[in-house]
């Protein structure tokens, strides 16, 4: 198992030995801002924070997309909100194998504000329920607020400027209709950015909503030198990141404002098609 998930099993056991550890519940809806907390509120593994897409993994909708990357003043506000250090293991789950939003959170967590021990649990709440665990409702347990100022990475995020001149390899999350522009149910326009390969974000899951294996991934994910994640906003572009870790992979960056900001200027070029 990669250092980047853990399975239900393995967070059974550290909860019942009551290992320090922070839980963050992910869940979301796309076009439903309230449905991640409604989500938690309904159930959710005992311990767990809520994690809201919309107002703790992005910024306000505009001109760097549909969910651009928080300040990093305001991602630090909302960790030492939620009381997480570098010294307590964190994982995060959703209950659409990380697509919403639990590879955000890990991409966030991990990749930009370098937090060392960050994993998604693989299956998500659905691997949870299968083991019998009952869900928790009601309010978050009260917990310290911490200190701690990460010392984020900047070279893990990439924009619209140097993936228009880049060689680097464009790997578009979204499903292929989407890509192609037969379809776009979200964004103004259709398509996808010029010499981009598509690699839907489910494509890294297995049917049961796990991760397929890293010899799965390795020999299934695209190779280059270099490779730039983006999708629609720049969320399920975090779980093909995911999949490079999973796979034992170098990371692609990240364009997190992705397709919903390329688009915002018409002068930069749209492909149609494979």
């Known amino acids: 198992?990669?250092?980047?998930?853990?399975?239900?099993?393995?967070?059974?056991?550290?909860?019942?030995?009551?290992?320090?550890?922070?839980?963050?519940?992910?869940?979301?809806?796309?076009?439903?801002?309230?449905?991640?907390?409604?989500?938690?509120?309904?159930?959710?593994?005992?311990?767990?924070?809520?994690?809201?897409?919309?107002?703790?993994?992005?910024?306000?909708?505009?001109?760097?997309?549909?969910?651009?990357?928080?300040?990093?003043?305001a991602f630090t506000a909302t960790l030492q909100r939620l009381g997480i250090t570098p010294q307590?293991?964190?994982?995060?789950?959703?209950?659409?194998?990380?697509?919403l939003a639990a590879a955000r959170a890990w991409w966030m967590l991990h990749c930009w504000a370098r937090h060392p021990q960050v994993r998604v649990l693989d299956g998500g709440l659905p691997a949870w329920q299968a083991l019998g665990e009952r869900l928790e409702t009601g309010e978050e347990e009260k917990r310290l607020p911490?200190?701690?100022?990460?010392?984020?990475?900047?070279?893990?995020?990439?924009?619209?400027?140097?993936?228009?001149?880049?060689?680097?390899?464009?790997?578009?999350?979204?499903?292929?209709?989407?890509?192609r522009g037969e379809s776009e149910p979200i964004d103004p326009v259709a398509g996808h950015i010029p010499g981009?390969?598509?690699?839907?974000?489910?494509?890294?899951?297995?049917?049961?909503?796990?991760?397929?294996?890293?010899?799965?991934?390795?020999?299934?994910?695209?190779?280059?030198?270099?490779?730039?994640?983006?999708?629609?906003?720049?969320?399920?572009a975090c779980h093909n990141v995911l999949a490079y870790a999973v796979a034992g992979r170098p990371l692609p960056r990240l364009y997190a404002g992705s397709w919903s900001h390329w688009i915002r200027d018409p002068g930069r070029p749209v492909a149609i098609g494979n």
């Open 146 to 179: 911490s200190t701690w100022q990460p010392d984020y990475d900047e070279a893990a995020v990439t924009d619209a400027e140097e993936v228009a001149v880049t060689s680097a390899l464009k790997l578009d999350a979204r499903a292929w209709p989407r890509f």
């Open 88 to 99: 307590m293991p964190v994982v995060v789950y959703d209950d659409m194998g990380g697509q």
């Open 196 to 236: 981009a390969q598509c690699r839907p974000s489910a494509d890294n899951l297995r049917t049961d909503g796990r991760f397929k294996a890293a010899t799965v991934l390795d020999a299934e994910l695209p190779a280059a030198p270099e490779v730039i994640a983006y999708c629609g906003s720049g969320v399920t």
């Open 1 to 73: 198992m990669s250092d980047s998930l853990i399975t239900a099993p393995e967070l059974q056991a550290w909860l019942i030995t009551a290992t320090p550890i922070t839980i963050l519940d992910c869940r979301a809806r796309l076009g439903d801002l309230s449905a991640g907390e409604s989500l938690w509120r309904d159930g959710h593994i005992p311990g767990s924070r809520h994690l809201d897409l919309d107002r703790d993994l992005a910024a306000a909708p505009g001109e760097g997309g549909r969910h651009p990357l928080p300040s990093q003043a």
